[in-house]
């Protein structure tokens, strides 16, 4: 595709990313110690690019949610088995057998067809971790001030991957020859 054609696309992802940043003061959730009431856009970023990474489907964006969901349970198992290892081992020994301890079942879910998308597991707790820092949340009540709008990010993230992809489908089928804009399909899935 000539660079002519192709430019539209990337204007299209910057609308998107730009219409994100203009819409996330209107999506008003969590406190301010995470930078609250609006949509916290790094998280929706994120999750948007584990869209791609997980392939492009909807099937995948499912197990993206339910990914980050069991990454933010996992992340709070730490917290709580940190809590309760650092007394008589020291933080220092109680983190690192918290960690080892609570990554094991996540590697096992590899094994069960819903939740094997284990990138999604690691960013969901990743992103828990740093709200978390953020927030100083350490009651489960103040966990899931920090999980929902969490989860709101990642599933904005992922609604904008689908229409990023599905903007590509439509503007290469209608701009290219069929043949040409199979191949490209192809190369991009």
């Given at each position: ?12 992802v ?22 609250g ?112 709008p ?40």
């Amino acid at each position: 595709m000539p660079f002519s054609k192709f430019i539209v696309f990337p204007i299209f992802v910057a609308l998107q990313a730009a219409s994100m940043m203009l819409i996330a003061k209107f999506i008003a959730i969590g406190p301010e110690s995470i930078s609250g009431p609006a949509l916290i856009t790094w998280i929706s970023f994120q999750s948007w690019a584990m869209y791609f990474l997980g392939g492009c489907t909807l099937k995948m964006a499912g197990k993206t949610i339910i990914g980050y969901a069991c990454g933010i349970i996992a992340a709070v198992a730490i917290f709580k088995l940190f809590g309760v290892l650092a007394g008589p081992l020291g933080e220092y020994w109680g983190l690192a057998l918290a960690v080892f301890i609570v990554v094991i079942p996540v590697m096992c879910a590899e094994k069960v067809e819903i939740l094997n998308f284990i990138p999604a597991w690691f960013m969901g707790a990743a992103v828990f971790f740093a709200l978390q820092f953020m927030s100083g949340a350490d009651t489960m009540a103040e966990y899931a001030e920090i999980a929902i709008p969490e989860m709101i990010a990642c599933v904005v993230g992922l609604a904008f991957g689908y229409c990023t992809v599905s903007f590509r489908k439509w503007y290469e089928k209608k701009v290219m020859p069929q043949t040409e804009a199979t191949e490209q399909v192809k190369k991009s899935a």
